[in-house]
C-alpha cells in the first residue's frame, strides 16, 4: 500500500506480524486516508551517536516515541502531516 496520497494515518507493523499487516491492508483497502506497511528496520545501523562532522541530515528521521508500542503491540499508528 503506498504512503503517497491523501494518506493522513500511518499503521507501521512489525515484520513479524505479517497476519496483522494482511488483516489491516484488508481491512483499510477502500479508505485513501490509511496507508499500511511493514517495519522495515532491523536495528542501528550507525556503530555510535556521536555527531558525524559532515552529516548533511537535519533531524533524525526515525519517530523514535512509538518504538515501545511497536515492540510491545505489534504495530503503532502515525498520524501523517498534511
Request: aromatic share 6%; with cysteine; charged share 35%.
Amino acid at each position: 500500500m503506498s504512503i503517497g496520497g491523501r494518506a493522513t494515518l500511518l499503521f507501521v507493523v512489525d515484520r513479524n506480524e505479517t497476519g496483522r499487516y494482511e488483516y489491516l491492508c484488508k481491512a483499510f483497502a477502500s479508505d485513501d486516508r490509511v496507508a499500511v506497511i511493514l517495519d522495515r528496520r532491523h536495528g542501528e545501523r550507525r556503530g555510535s551517536r556521536t555527531r558525524i562532522p559532515n552529516d548533511r541530515r537535519r533531524s533524525e528521521r526515525r519517530i523514535r516515541e512509538n518504538h515501545h508500542e511497536l515492540a510491545r503491540l505489534g504495530y503503532t499508528l502515525v498520524r501523517l502531516q498534511t
